[in-house]
């Protein structure tokens, strides 16, 4: 088992920044990637960007150039650094947690709302 834990959400202007944390604990040592997806209301949750273990990455094509995801050595924590925001980045962000079985875990979402 591997809980996740997500903050660093709220509230921001148009062209702002935030900075998401996820914390893992548990199981942490059979996680092999960690990622951020997120879900607008109305829509399907959406994968942002993630990071595997040996650091190799992916992004949505709607936020490359702008957020930037990242981990620390021990792959217990990972954040997303979100700058020039834009409206419809606004949704609730999820944290994800893959172990090498293929099961995924998921915290329980921040809420990042973008004003115009």
């Known amino acids: 088992q591997v809980q996740l834990v997500e903050s660093g959400g709220g509230l921001v202007q148009a062209g702002g920044s935030l900075r998401l944390s996820c914390a893992a604990s548990g199981s942490t040592s059979r996680t092999v990637a960690m990622g951020w997806y997120r879900q607008a209301p109305g829509n399907q949750r959406e994968l942002v960007a993630i990071?595997?273990?040996?650091?190799?990455?992916n992004y949505a094509d709607s936020v490359k150039g702008r957020f930037t995801i990242s981990r620390d050595n021990a792959f217990n924590t990972v954040y997303l650094q979100m700058n020039s925001l834009k409206p419809e980045d606004t949704a609730v962000y999820y944290c994800?947690?893959?172990?090498?079985?293929?099961?995924?875990?998921w915290g329980k979402g921040t809420l990042v709302n973008v004003s115009s």
């Open positions: 990071i595997t273990r040996a650091g190799n990455t």
């Open positions: 994800n947690a893959r172990i090498w079985t293929g099961v995924d875990y």
